[in-house]
């Protein structure tokens, strides 16, 4: 596709149970960047992917995050036995280098 | 660490007026860059301008402006002729510029909600 793509749109999950979260980049783009938004605040950074780098795992809340990234593409970010806390827009963005980052939609998730 | 300071929450405007956001942030590095993205009510984050921090012109997008002060380290961003659609979310956010490497983590400011009033 033209954009970044992020799946699922909207996320309903009971608190305890696992939630993945899939993130398209851009072809051709090397980085990748997992960022959480929470209402009113701004954007908590996660995690970032640079070509065949180490992640920049610097910005994960807790060992219930990760992240991956297969075939330098396709990434998902799994939570595991979530929290109430962890309701947030997760924002996925990839770029070309120190470029413009362009943004997926997001996806929604929210823990009851 | 770098941190991005937007130290108006909110704003609002008239239609076709001027209004101004602000931005200061803290960095001992002397090459980066800045930037000012817009988060409208559809969520879709989308880059307003950027700016390169070795270059002493202030970059302009159409009514899109920003001034640019690198010992200050201040990055205002100037929205001229105000229109309904630039109702948004402001976010002005801070790249490094790693010479010989390529971490291009990017850290945002707190936002600011900009309403423009008909």
């Known amino acids: 596709g033209a954009g970044v793509s992020q799946s699922p749109s909207n996320k309903v999950t009971e608190k305890g149970k696992d939630v993945e979260l899939r993130c398209d980049p851009i072809?051709?783009?090397?980085?990748l960047y997992w960022y959480r938004q929470s209402l009113g605040q701004g954007l908590e950074f996660l995690i970032y992917?640079?070509?065949?780098?180490?992640?920049?795992k610097s910005g994960l809340p807790s060992d219930r995050f990760s992240a991956e990234r297969t075939g330098g593409s396709v990434s998902t970010l799994t939570i595991q036995r979530t929290q109430q806390e962890d309701s947030a827009v997760y924002l996925c963005?990839?770029?070309?280098?120190?470029?413009?980052?362009?943004f997926g939609e997001g996806s929604r998730l929210t823990v009851l | 660490a770098q941190t991005v300071t937007q130290s108006q929450p909110e704003m609002s405007v008239q239609e076709a007026e001027t209004v101004t956001l602000s931005c200061t942030y803290d960095t001992s590095e002397n090459n980066y860059y800045l930037f000012w993205y817009k988060q409208p009510p559809s969520r879709q984050m989308i880059l307003v301008i950027r700016?390169?921090?070795?270059?002493?012109q202030n970059a302009t997008e159409n009514r899109f402006s920003v001034n640019f002060q690198k010992a200050a380290k201040s990055f205002s961003l100037k929205i001229s002729d105000s229109q309904l659609g630039d109702t948004a979310m402001y976010f002005c956010?801070?790249?490094?510029?790693?010479?010989?490497?390529?971490?291009?983590?990017?850290?945002f400011g707190k936002g600011t909600l900009l309403t423009v009033n008909p």
């Open positions: 700016q390169e921090a070795y270059k002493q």
């Open positions: 956010a801070f790249m490094k510029s790693h010479s010989g490497g390529s971490n291009y983590k990017l850290t």
């Open positions: 992917f640079q070509g065949n780098s180490a992640p920049d």
């Open positions: 072809s051709g783009h090397t980085a």
């Open positions: 963005a990839s770029s070309y280098g120190a470029r413009e980052l362009f």
